[in-house]
């Protein structure tokens, strides 16, 4: 899901946090309104608050793992499935696949300091905690602090199970993903773990209907439909990335100069975007660079802030790799 333009990626700024603006989807009160209509209000608020933290924690960990892997990470969007990130791994599988277990490994860091957190109160924790659908039956009237830790360990564990699921976009998907690229070529690679994709979410919505549960029917529709689309997609660009020509059947020895499809124009379109668009950013850093350098020259490298000296130390890393 790359296109901007779409309403899933309308949002409202929240402003720039450790070097990356945060917006929330226009959507998300969606979640609110369904967490109040099955909830009740104070269950229901309570809850939207803490998928919103959560989902942010989540989504800051793939910003920060992506950055100490060798990429960059600059926007997040908060939506009502969850969270986008909107990172450039490093060249390293190992990016790749850190990058994208890091969302599910700040869920069960939350999920175990939650448990830690109601082991010292002495709370004992019942089993819908760790239930894929159901909350805790919780009041949040008299014992709101551990009301709140019960809340907190069970959105945390149910987001990093369904986060786990080997179905592109989620995590476990693009983790499949990244250890698939190690075997086959990149597209091939990600054509298989697309119709992996579609068989989660068949399967999801199979479990759906045996629980007789409509929200494990609706994000498995989400997920056949978002794979099955990407599937389709994945294999025009690979027809396309091998022309059929029909030299065979020619009464003319010549090939004649046959025009772009609409797939080969976008696909053009795109990559002139893409051209264009890391032009612009090695202008913006060479002008930003030379002007740390300048400060550098004139005050020291103790004049530097800390967000100055990461970006000092990736571009020097930049250019001796150039050099090389």
Request: charged fraction near 20%; aromatic fraction near 8%.
């Amino acid at each position: 899901m790359d296109s901007r333009s779409s309403i899933l990626y309308l949002g409202i700024p929240l402003g720039t946090w450790f070097q990356t603006q945060v917006r929330v989807s226009l959507l998300f009160p969606l979640l609110l309104v369904i967490c109040i209509h099955r909830l009740g209000v104070p269950v229901g608020v309570a809850v939207t608050v803490l998928v919103f933290l959560s989902v942010l924690v989540h989504e800051f960990a793939h910003v920060f793992v992506a950055r100490g892997t060798g990429g960059e990470g600059d926007e997040i969007l908060i939506w009502p499935l969850g969270g986008l990130a909107f990172v450039r791994t490093g060249p390293t599988t190992s990016s790749e696949f850190f990058t994208a277990a890091a969302g599910p490994v700040s869920n069960l860091l939350l999920l175990v300091a939650s448990l830690s957190a109601l082991a010292m109160m002495r709370v004992p924790i019942s089993a819908d905690v760790f239930h894929l659908l159901e909350i805790p039956n919780v009041t949040l009237e008299t014992t709101v602090a551990r009301d709140v830790l019960l809340l907190m360990a069970s959105i945390n564990f149910k987001l990093m199970c369904f986060n786990l699921l080997p179905a592109i976009p989620l995590d476990g998907g693009q983790m499949a993903l990244s250890l698939a690229k190690t075997r086959m070529e990149p597209l091939p690679a990600r054509i298989r773990i697309l119709q992996v994709g579609q068989v989660i979410g068949l399967l999801v919505a199979v479990a759906g209907v045996l629980m007789e549960d409509v929200i494990p029917v609706f994000l498995a529709f989400w997920l056949t439909i978002y794979n099955l689309h990407e599937y389709f997609l994945a294999r025009i660009s690979e027809a396309y990335d091998e022309p059929i020509t029909l030299q065979e059947f020619s009464s003319d020895d010549r090939e004649s100069p046959r025009r772009p499809g609409m797939i080969e124009r976008w696909r053009q379109r795109r990559e002139e975007q893409r051209i264009l668009r890391e032009q612009q950013e090695r202008a913006e850093a060479e002008r930003r660079l030379d002007e740390l350098l300048d400060k550098v020259h004139r005050e020291g490298m103790s004049a530097l802030s800390e967000a100055e000296r990461r970006f000092l130390t990736r571009a020097s890393a930049r250019y001796r790799s150039h050099e090389h």
